[in-house]
């Protein structure tokens, strides 16, 4: 199903720009205003730079900033292409776990049913339209879109499993202590991957938008071959990622929102750091959330309990299978926030807690509603079957690093 192909990646000379780290960025749905006011301080050669959109909506400075570094010997081109071995160190609950996957371009394909690469959430055009600006004025894919598969076919997990014979290509530690490592892998490798994903079929996990982007462009530019992209392969069962849950900031809440809210839950005042409550929200059997309000005494916070969460879900759409309907994001999207009058351009997805409260803490946001996270299967499922999932519904931990291995987007059409 999938194609992937090998690529000539562009990465950061560090002989120039120092610590790549601090000059890379977390995965770009990830940079919250607070990250990158930090990104763009850590380094004057920060990825950021590459993706800035000018007050006249023009991408002029990044496209010049692109040529000089280029130029300059900031950002280097690997001399051969090849698929790259990417790996993800951290820790889980003092547990260390190991992401483990291949980086290539792959065949942007459209979304349809049985096709090689499948979304989870919706797409937004206007997103799209402005992601596709920035790429013919930048034409560098800067973060690899983001895919799940199921059960690795042995040829594949061979070659991810076996210990690497040299040193990585780019080790580096993130601000948030996830060691990022990346090897070149060997041309028989190359071709035993080449064949071994042909009937793999991936689930988009971040980066619809980005794929989204290059399918546009492809067909745009009316290619007899498919377009390709920068992607991120994993195997959920065995390297896979984390799955986390999705937040939902209120820029601006009806004053009475709380007595609002006692009509469809039971409400209890709650004490204890914002990491304790999402705890408790996503470990929690049945549905209970957290919400935070901010008041002229400073942040309140609460559980909330659903007086008859039956109800709650027979507000959502019925043309939706009972799993879609039962998910957290569909009931507050479609069953509590039109009920207590948020208005949907109000409501502001934020996966990073701490920047999150600190938004809301700053007064940029009125209230902040804590969710629960969706098991990894039921997101591949809902994808296989071509059920959607409301935007933003879930978060994967970690993510592949902006800037970190990066792809000249225009290299298939290179002779």
């Known amino acids: 199903?999938?194609?992937?192909?090998?690529?000539?990646?562009?990465?950061?000379?560090?002989?120039?720009?120092?610590?790549?780290?601090?000059?890379?960025?977390?995965?770009?749905?990830?940079?919250?205003?607070?990250?990158?006011?930090?990104?763009?301080?850590?380094?004057?050669?920060?990825?950021?730079?590459?993706?800035?959109?000018?007050?006249?909506?023009?991408?002029?400075?990044?496209?010049?900033?692109?040529?000089?570094?280029?130029?300059?010997?900031?950002?280097?081109?690997?001399p051969a292409p090849t698929i790259y071995r990417y790996e993800e160190h951290h820790l889980v609950e003092g547990v260390p776990l190991v992401?483990?996957?291949?980086?290539?371009?792959?065949?942007?394909?459209?979304?349809?049913?049985?096709?090689?690469?499948?979304?989870?959430?919706?797409?937004?055009?206007?997103?799209?339209?402005?992601?596709?600006?920035?790429?013919?004025?930048?034409?560098?894919?800067?973060?690899?879109?983001?895919?799940?598969y199921r059960e690795a076919p042995d040829e594949v997990r061979a070659v991810l499993d076996a210990d690497p014979a040299h040193p990585p290509l780019v080790a580096v530690t993130d601000e948030d202590g996830i060691d990022h490592r990346i090897w070149r892998l060997s041309q028989a490798a190359v071709t035993q991957i080449q064949h071994a994903m042909q009937p793999v079929q991936v689930v988009i996990a971040d980066g619809h938008h980005r794929y989204a982007t290059a399918l546009s462009l492809a067909h745009n530019a009316g290619r007899a071959a498919p377009g390709r992209t920068l992607a991120y392969l994993v195997d959920a069962q065995t390297h896979g990622p984390q799955v986390q849950p999705i937040h939902r900031l209120i820029r601006q809440m009806p004053r009475d929102l709380l007595d609002q809210l006692r009509a469809l839950f039971h409400i209890e005042p709650f004490s204890g750091p914002p990491t304790q409550l999402e705890r408790q929200v996503i470990t929690h059997q049945q549905r209970r959330w957290g919400l935070y309000l901010r008041t002229a005494d400073g942040?309140?916070?609460?559980?909330?309990?659903?007086?008859?969460?039956?109800?709650?879900?027979?507000?959502?759409?019925?043309?939706?299978?009972?799993?879609?309907?039962?998910?957290?994001?569909?009931?507050?999207?479609?069953?509590?926030?039109?009920?207590?009058?948020?208005?949907?351009?109000?409501?502001?997805?934020?996966?990073?807690?701490?920047?999150?409260?600190?938004?809301?803490?700053?007064?940029?946001?009125?209230?902040?509603?804590?969710?629960?996270?969706?098991?990894?299967?039921?997101?591949?499922?809902?994808?296989?079957?071509?059920?959607?999932?409301?935007?933003?519904?879930?978060?994967?931990?970690?993510?592949?690093?902006?800037?970190l291995l990066m792809r000249n987007a225009n290299e298939d059409q290179l002779p």
């Open 1 to 78: 199903m999938v194609e992937v192909h090998p690529f000539s990646g562009v990465r950061y000379d560090p002989a120039v720009v120092g610590d790549v780290a601090s000059a890379t960025a977390p995965e770009l749905d990830d940079v919250a205003p607070a990250v990158s006011t930090r990104s763009r301080t850590a380094n004057p050669y920060t990825v950021l730079e590459l993706l800035t959109e000018q007050p006249d909506g023009t991408y002029d400075h990044a496209s010049g900033a692109l040529h000089r570094w280029q130029r300059t010997g900031v950002l280097v081109t690997d």
């Open 99 to 148: 992401q483990r996957g291949i980086c290539a371009a792959i065949a942007v394909t459209p979304f349809e049913p049985a096709a090689p690469v499948l979304p989870h959430e919706h797409t937004d055009a206007a997103r799209v339209a402005a992601r596709a600006a920035r790429l013919q004025a930048v034409p560098l894919d800067v973060s690899p879109v983001f895919g799940l």
């Open 299 to 403: 942040l309140r916070a609460y559980t909330l309990q659903p007086r008859d969460d039956a109800a709650l879900v027979a507000a959502t759409p019925t043309a939706h299978s009972a799993v879609w309907r039962d998910l957290d994001t569909a009931v507050l999207q479609h069953a509590v926030l039109p009920t207590v009058g948020v208005a949907d351009h109000d409501v502001v997805p934020r996966s990073d807690l701490a920047s999150a409260v600190e938004e809301l803490g700053a007064g940029n946001a009125d209230a902040l509603f804590l969710l629960r996270k969706v098991g990894i299967d039921t997101v591949m499922d809902l994808a296989q079957r071509g059920e959607l999932m409301p935007a933003k519904s879930t978060a994967f931990h970690p993510k592949p690093r902006t800037g």
